[in-house]
């Protein structure tokens, strides 16, 4: 593959400021960074875009985590154990997608996407202060399953994790939109080494591009970190309904054949 050009390169950073600044705040920057490396870099591998884009992620995720444990301190007592088996089932979802064509996974992904939507709407409540739904050992074990679960996940396609691992903790566990992008980034912190883990010593990582997404990413996590933490919780759940909104819209489209 050849170099890309200037302009490229200021497109990819662009989108991945963008994205770094999504994923901070709610989740699913891999639905801004991913389809912009499709774009820019048509000569590359499907497995090289999605290394690529998990190298430039990792940065991103990497300094929101550290942002909102200082802002906000989560309790690590579940967000540590829930990162380390996202880590685990990140690996075995990177094993399992190098074997499976992506496209299998839209329809799946559009489905959840509305169900996450529109009980999001139905419940205007949600989110907006923590209500715990479950204590103790219980409450551990049930935030280690979403984490593995979604670790698969993200290890074998991605777009959304975080929405998702957000979701999940909002709607099951009862934090609020706030602690739950704080534990959500940790979790995603795991899930993208996870998946590194198995591409990177396969020289799947286009390096150079992915340093430059890297910088962007970094700069968008800790604007969007900031940004979150300094408005609230539901400031989160609106930007929440609006990506998750635009999610539906472009995976839809993108199954009806309104766009590539």
Same mark, same amino acid.
Request: aromatic letters at 10%.
């Given at each position: 593959?050849s170099?890309p050009? *200037?302009?490229? *390169?200021?497109?990819? $950073?662009?989108?991945?400021f963008?994205?770094?600044?999504v994923?901070?705040?709610?989740?699913?920057?891999?639905l801004?960074?991913?389809?912009? %490396?499709?774009?820019g870099l048509?000569g $590359?591998?499907?497995?090289?875009? *999605?290394?690529?884009?998990?190298?430039?992620?990792?940065?991103?995720?990497a =300094?929101s985590?550290? =942002?909102?444990?200082?802002?906000?301190?989560?309790d &690590?007592r579940t967000? &540590?154990?829930?990162?380390?088996?996202?880590?685990?089932?990140?690996i075995?979802?990177?094993?399992?997608?190098?074997h499976?064509?992506?496209?299998?996974?839209?329809?799946?992904i &559009?489905?959840? *996407?509305?169900?996450?939507?529109?009980?999001?709407?139905?419940?205007?409540d949600?989110?907006?202060?923590?209500i715990?739904?479950?204590?103790?050992?219980?409450?551990?074990v049930?935030?280690?399953?979403?984490g593995?679960v979604?670790?698969?996940?993200?290890?074998?396609?991605?777009?959304?994790t975080?929405?998702f691992?957000?979701?999940?903790?909002?709607?099951?566990?009862?934090?609020?939109? &706030?602690?739950?992008?704080?534990?959500a980034?940790? $979790?995603?912190?795991?899930?993208n080494l996870g998946?590194?883990t198995?591409?990177?010593?396969m020289? %799947?990582?286009?390096?150079?591009?992915?340093f430059?997404l890297?910088?962007?990413?970094?700069?968008?996590?800790?604007?969007?970190?900031?940004?979150?933490?300094?408005?609230?919780?539901?400031?989160?759940?609106?930007v929440?309904?609006?990506?998750?909104?635009?999610?539906?819209?472009?995976?839809?489209?993108?199954?009806?054949?309104?766009? $590539?």
């Amino acid at each position: 593959m050849s170099d890309p050009t *200037l302009t490229t *390169l200021g497109f990819l $950073a662009m989108a991945a400021f963008a994205a770094g600044w999504v994923d901070a705040v709610v989740g699913g920057g891999g639905l801004i960074q991913l389809p912009a %490396l499709l774009i820019g870099l048509p000569g $590359a591998s499907p497995a090289q875009l *999605l290394a690529t884009n998990k190298f430039g992620s990792i940065f991103g995720t990497a =300094t929101s985590s550290v =942002t909102y444990y200082r802002r906000v301190r989560p309790d &690590l007592r579940t967000a &540590l154990p829930m990162a380390a088996v996202a880590y685990v089932g990140s690996i075995g979802g990177a094993l399992i997608g190098l074997h499976i064509p992506k496209a299998a996974f839209n329809p799946i992904i &559009l489905v959840l *996407l509305v169900v996450v939507g529109a009980y999001t709407l139905w419940k205007p409540d949600l989110g907006k202060e923590s209500i715990r739904r479950f204590y103790g050992a219980k409450h551990t074990v049930l935030a280690m399953v979403t984490g593995f679960v979604i670790g698969v996940y993200d290890g074998a396609l991605g777009p959304g994790t975080g929405s998702f691992l957000v979701f999940a903790l909002v709607g099951l566990l009862g934090y609020n939109f &706030l602690e739950a992008s704080a534990k959500a980034k940790i $979790a995603n912190f795991a899930t993208n080494l996870g998946a590194l883990t198995v591409f990177a010593p396969m020289g %799947l990582v286009l390096v150079k591009i992915g340093f430059v997404l890297a910088g962007a990413n970094l700069v968008g996590g800790y604007v969007g970190a900031r940004t979150a933490v300094a408005l609230g919780s539901g400031f989160v759940r609106v930007v929440f309904v609006v990506i998750v909104s635009a999610f539906i819209i472009k995976i839809g489209g993108s199954l009806l054949g309104l766009w $590539a």
